[in-house]
Every structure is written in structure tokens, then in C-alpha cells.
């Protein structure tokens, strides 16, 4: 036994070392599998602060992972000289100062496109919920209304047909649109720039998307562009029948123009994973019936959790042994 | 006023009469445009007993517009000499006996698949919602335990790559099988018949259907066939990752052997629009946290509203005017 623990510590001292930042939610299901190729470093383990723990510790770390809400700010980077690299676990990257990253020569990879299919998952369970009043029905059968008061009424309303306008169709988007298809949804689209790929019908500006559209569903990256881009101005143009699911970042709409608007009957409702200053959820959403409020999960599914360490860990591999990273961010 | 009044009342005497029972669901929304069409007698409003009001006032009634959850049975029938119609707002017709009807040439013209797309939506809107935890989600939020308690950690379910059994391959279900497809699953299904329209493969018994399923969407009818055709054998050959959607009729299900097997773990989880005894709901149901439970609203979309009417009434006026009705139930 002590044999055993002898060489296992003998062999952890020859695996490469890694920082964890966060750490990702995913991470915790495979600290075991990432153990046993990295040695690890936790700084949420320690009792120091972060900047002395990575003073003590981190002046020789070249590669870090890092979860999708931690902010890698400069100042933390400065805290690690030998940088090279930052796997984060995220799609998107606004926790991250890129520009610093860019600066210092640091790479950073990213978990890409492989979410996608679990975003554009949620975004229509969302959906199919607010329109079609099931996490409102479940409430009323779950606390005994149906037997008390009779039939639930208030009609939903049926997807088929509707004029659904996605906020960027990038890959979530673009799954996103695969899946309603078949629903008969007619789709179009505001995005940075008109794909060509894609016979969706492409608007110029957000008002306009809003305006021809019944649904709005924000699937863009959160950036100086994009942060209140879903202000009081679109939210009127989407109307009173208008349903908006955000499975982006919550600062994308402007959260207390979307209270307003759902209290005020301006729009009929809203499916929301993210916001503005997760995980505080104002309390006003809270109690509204036409939303349907989830904690950030659209990427929280089994099988993405096996993605997340199949990715992360090959880039930390790759990097490693010289070779090309598997998702790197380009270098723009 | 006075003279429009008895204009009206005039021109009403002159509209053929119908009754309706139940009513249904939907009728309360068009109880206007019928009253402008027909001369309707309303039992429910009565203080008679049903068999009552009928003698008194349906002898000469020669058409009946009724309710999915109305039992015309042969007693009621019986005081209906007249009748020559029965038009049903359900999809669903057991609750008409239909022998009864046809011994006395008496025609039955249902909903046919006019809510089909209407209940598609519910199912894949209820798979999701088990599969990704999206109730269980909204209510995490809206009791505010995100802000108390931290990440809400359990992790969904992805739709992608699951195998889907389908129990009833008649028009709504070849509309939830289309729903689902660009969701990377892959469909199976059983059937009285092996349809040879679809490329799905087929199974020729339930309990193959499930052993082979990670998921079964019930959408067959209700007959004495199917009737607790899901019993604890199929739920536990769907298995304890298996979930089970029911957008049909409740006693399709043994109730009974469900809630065991969701208590015991022995399957995942459940998406039930359907009960056995509605609108009771049993209560070991509302507290388990892996259902989703729908109180019977798969058609009740606003769309689906405006195409009853428009069915019911062009039905009802086919037959008065001597024209071919819109959709006759065949006198198999």
C-alpha cells in the first residue's frame, strides 16, 4: 500500500500541471479522469487568496481550464507568467480578456460548437413550454386545481405557423432553426452578417426582426454590440402575442424593460435560462405565470458533460505533446 | 330593439336545431357564431334531469355535437329517436358507443386529425421538459434556491441519438416521429399494422417497442386492446433510464404500476397530458420531481379552437344542406 501511494505519487509528480479555475460545473464529474492525466491545481481549495495562492503555487503554469462564469481578468493573468494556454469549458468567452490573451501570446481554446445541439434543445423545450402553458398546467395539476376548480382554459398557442426570427444563427442558431422546422415555423434571422449558406430570410436590424416576428430567440455572443440590444423599443416591436427565449447571456436583453413589458401585457411571454445578474432572478419574474424560468442549464445535459471532458482534456493533451489544439479561438 | 328582437327570435325558429352535450371544451369560445348557425339546445344549462330534458325537448333532435369526455351511451341514445348525426370535438371516440350508433345507421363525424400537429407539439414540448428538467428548473428558480442553494446540478438528458418508440403510428404520431427527427433521433415503432409509408422500423409487440426504447410516446387510441397495454412488464423493459410520454388516453397506461415504477426508480421519468380518472390526479404523482403532468390541454390551442369550430359547424351544415360530410367516421 504504501508501495502504491509511493508510485502513484512518484508518477503524478511527472504529469503535466494544470490550473483549474471555477472550476466548470462539468469538471466535478471527471476530477478522477482529469487526476489521473493532469496534476491539478485547485485554488478554490485554499484558504489564500487567490493572487498569493497563485504567487505560491502558479509561476510555472502553462495551461489553465477555466469555467464559463470565472473572470479571467488581466490581473489574475499577470499572476501567471509562464501562461500559453486557457481551455474554457464555455461557449461563449465574454469572462475572458481576450485582448490580454492576445496580447500576451496566450491560446485559447473553447468548447466551440459542441453544445450546440444541447442549446437548441432547451431553446425549443422553452419555447414549446411558454407557448403551450406546460410548466403552468404542471403547477395547477401539482397543486390540486384541476380536481377544485375544473378544466385549465386559458388556450395556448400553437407553434405551427408562427414567424420565428433567431438573434444570431451561428451553430446554436442554426440548430435551433433545424428543429423548428418541421414544426412549420417560418424562420428569419438578424445576424452580423447575411449567410449565404442558409435560404432564411436575412433582416438588416433587430427592430425589423421584431416587427415581422412572433417569436424572437436570442442565441448571439454577448459583446459591447449585442449587451441591451433587446430593449423596451424591440420588445414593443415584437408585440403583445410576441414570445422571447434567451439561451444566450441574460445581459443581452435588458432585463427590467422585459419585466415591464411581461407585466404590462406588452409581450405574452418569455423563456428564459439566463440573466442579467445570475444567480438573482428578480423577484418580479419570479411570480409573473406566462415564464418559464430556468437556472442556466443548456448545457447541462449527461452527454455534454462526457463532451466537455473528452474536449477539454484532448486540447490539454494536445498542447502537451506539441500537437494542434482541437477548438482554438482564432486569433482575430 | 323590440322589432329586431322578434326578428331574431323569428329567424332563430327557422336555423336547425341541434344539442350539444358536454359541451365541449372549445365550444364556449364559438357559442355565438353556433348560435347564429343553429337553434341549440343546452342540457347542461337545465335543471331537468338529462333522460328529462331529452323526452321533453330532443324528440324530434337529428343532430348532436358532443364532447370528448361526454359518455353517450346507448341509455342516453335511447331517448334520441331522431338523431341521425353525432359530431365529437374529440379525436378520441371512446366515449361514444359507436356499436350502438351504427345498429341504429346513426353517422359519427370526429375532430379526425385536425388537432394532430396540436398534440404532437405537446409531446416533444413534454419530452423535452422531463428530459431536460425544465419544470423541475422553473420551479428551483421561482422558489429561489438558486440564489440560496447554489447551481442546480442534476443533469438533464440530451434528445439527441435517443431511441424513440412510438406506440400508435396514425397521424398524430407520424407528426411527433417528424418533430423529432431533426433531433437526431432514431424512430421505431408499434402498430396494429406495419405501415408501409414509413421507413421507421417496425415492432411487432409493445414489449420489443420498449426493451429496444429509450423513450415511448404514447399515441394510440384507447380500446379494449390497448387498455392498460403499458404495464409494470413494459415499464420495466423500458428501464430505469427510460421515460414515457402520454399525449393519448390515461388508461392506456396501468396508472398504477406508473407511479410504482417512477417511486421506485425503476423508469426515469413521465410526460402525462392523460390520466386514468380526471381530472384526479393521484398524489403520489404531484409530489414526484421526474414528471411533468399536463391537465388534458394537448388540442387546447387557440389555432386548434377556430379549427373546431369551423369543423363542427361545416359538418353540422353538410348534413343539414344533404352534403357529404367533412369527416366521417367509417362504419368499419
Known amino acids: ?32 479522469e482529469f487526476s489521473s492525466k493532469f496534476r ?20 510555472n503554469i502553462r495551461a489553465a481550464l477555466c469555467s464559463g462564469v470565472f ?17 474554457s ?59 377544485k376548480q375544473g378544466d385549465y382554459y386559458p388556450l395556448g398557442s400553437k407553434l405551427e405557423g408562427k414567424q420565428v ?33 442558409v435560404s432564411y430570410k436575412f433582416q438588416p436590424n433587430i427592430h425589423q426582426l421584431a416587427t ?12 459591447e454590440e449585442t449587451r441591451h440590444m433587446i430593449n423596451r423599443d424591440v420588445l414593443l416591436a415584437l408585440g403583445n402575442e410576441g414570445v422571447i427565449v434567451n439561451v444566450a447571456r441574460g445581459a443581452i436583453i435588458d432585463e427590467r424593460e422585459l419585466v415591464w413589458c411581461l407585466e404590462k401585457g406588452e409581450i405574452a411571454g ?7 445578474n445570475e444567480p438573482y432572478v428578480p423577484q418580479e419574474l419570479r411570480v409573473l405565470d406566462n415564464v418559464v424560468l430556468s437556472p442556466h442549464v443548456a448545457v447541462l445535459t449527461v ?14 493533451e494536445a498542447f502537451f505533446s506539441n500537437q494542434p489544439l482541437l477548438s482554438l479561438v482564432p486569433n482575430e
Open 1 to 32: 500500500m504504501d508501495a502504491m501511494a509511493g508510485k502513484q505519487s512518484f508518477e503524478a509528480d511527472q504529469l503535466p500541471q494544470i490550473i483549474v479555475f471555477g472550476p466548470p460545473t462539468f469538471y466535478k464529474s471527471h476530477d478522477k
Open 40 to 59: 491539478v491545481l485547485k485554488p478554490w481549495q485554499s484558504q489564500l487568496p487567490l493572487p498569493e495562492f497563485l504567487t505560491a503555487q502558479a509561476k
Open 71 to 87: 473572470k479571467l481578468t488581466a490581473s489574475i493573468l499577470r499572476h501567471l507568467p509562464s501562461l500559453e494556454l486557457v481551455v
Open 89 to 147: 469549458g464555455s461557449v461563449g468567452l465574454n469572462h475572458i480578456d481576450l485582448l490580454e490573451c492576445r496580447r500576451r501570446g496566450i491560446a485559447v481554446a473553447t468548447a466551440s460548437t459542441l453544445y450546440s445541439g444541447d442549446v437548441a434543445e432547451l431553446a425549443v423545450g422553452l419555447l414549446l413550454d411558454v407557448l403551450r402553458k406546460i410548466s403552468a398546467g404542471n403547477r395547477f395539476v401539482r397543486n390540486g386545481l384541476w380536481l
Open 165 to 197: 426570427g433567431i438573434v444570431g444563427l451561428g451553430s446554436i442558431g442554426q440548430e435551433v432553426a433545424k428543429r423548428l422546422e418541421p414544426f412549420g415555423c417560418t424562420i428569419s434571422y438578424h445576424s452580423r452578417n447575411r449567410k449565404l449558406s
Open 212 to 223: 415581422t416576428s412572433d417569436i424572437l430567440i436570442i442565441c448571439c455572443a454577448l459583446n
Open 270 to 276: 418569455a423563456g428564459l435560462d439566463v440573466f442579467e
Open 303 to 316: 452527454e455534454a458533460s462526457r463532451d466537455f471532458y473528452e474536449l477539454a482534456s484532448g486540447n490539454l
